[in-house]
């Protein structure tokens, strides 16, 4: 290197660090480059304050309709005759209602015979190539 005469008087120099706090400079610096957002701090604020509204909803006693002991029997009675005749005979619902009703109009239960010829399909036996066909 040359002896520049400039270069030796600046390594002869010595920073003072008394003046310059680096973590407080930093600190400034990163505050100052933030700017203020409020619609994220305003959303927050809604959200809570809705939830809020939404608990005092749950908790607050709802009137409820009595009626009269007399009345739901006829009610009953008079939906069940309703949804039966709107029912298609061969729907499932339509047989659950004739089962209970037990009136007699299901047709009586055959056995059904099991084939001796065919294996028993088993969980983890092996795959024939038969079950594919």
Same mark, same amino acid.
């Given at each position: 290197?040359?002896d520049?005469p400039?270069? %030796?008087q600046?390594? &002869?120099?010595?920073?003072d660090? $008394?003046?310059?706090?680096?973590?407080?400079l930093?600190?400034?610096?990163? &505050?100052?480059?933030?700017?203020?957002?409020? %619609?994220?701090? $305003?959303?927050a604020?809604? #959200?809570?304050a809705?939830?809020?509204?939404?608990?005092? #909803?749950?908790?607050?006693?709802?009137?409820?309709?009595?009626?009269?002991?007399?009345?739901?029997?006829?009610?009953? $009675? $008079?939906?069940?005759?309703?949804? &039966?005749?709107?029912?298609?005979?061969s729907?499932?619902?339509a047989? %659950?209602?004739? #089962? #209970?009703?037990?009136?007699g109009?299901?047709?009586?239960?055959?056995?059904?015979a099991?084939?001796?010829?065919?294996?028993?399909l088993?969980?983890?036996?092996?795959?024939?190539?038969?079950l594919?066909?």
């Amino acid at each position: 290197m040359s002896d520049d005469p400039l270069i %030796r008087q600046l390594s &002869k120099l010595t920073p003072d660090g $008394a003046a310059l706090d680096r973590d407080a400079l930093l600190f400034a610096a990163g &505050k100052a480059s933030a700017r203020p957002n409020r %619609r994220w701090m $305003a959303l927050a604020g809604t #959200l809570a304050a809705s939830q809020m509204v939404v608990l005092g #909803l749950f908790l607050l006693p709802h009137a409820r309709e009595v009626m009269p002991a007399s009345v739901l029997p006829q009610m009953v $009675a $008079a939906n069940a005759d309703e949804s &039966k005749a709107a029912l298609d005979p061969s729907s499932y619902l339509a047989m %659950r209602a004739r #089962l #209970l009703d037990d009136d007699g109009s299901l047709p009586p239960l055959e056995p059904v015979a099991a084939s001796p010829d065919e294996p028993p399909l088993r969980a983890f036996g092996p795959l024939s190539p038969e079950l594919f066909n």
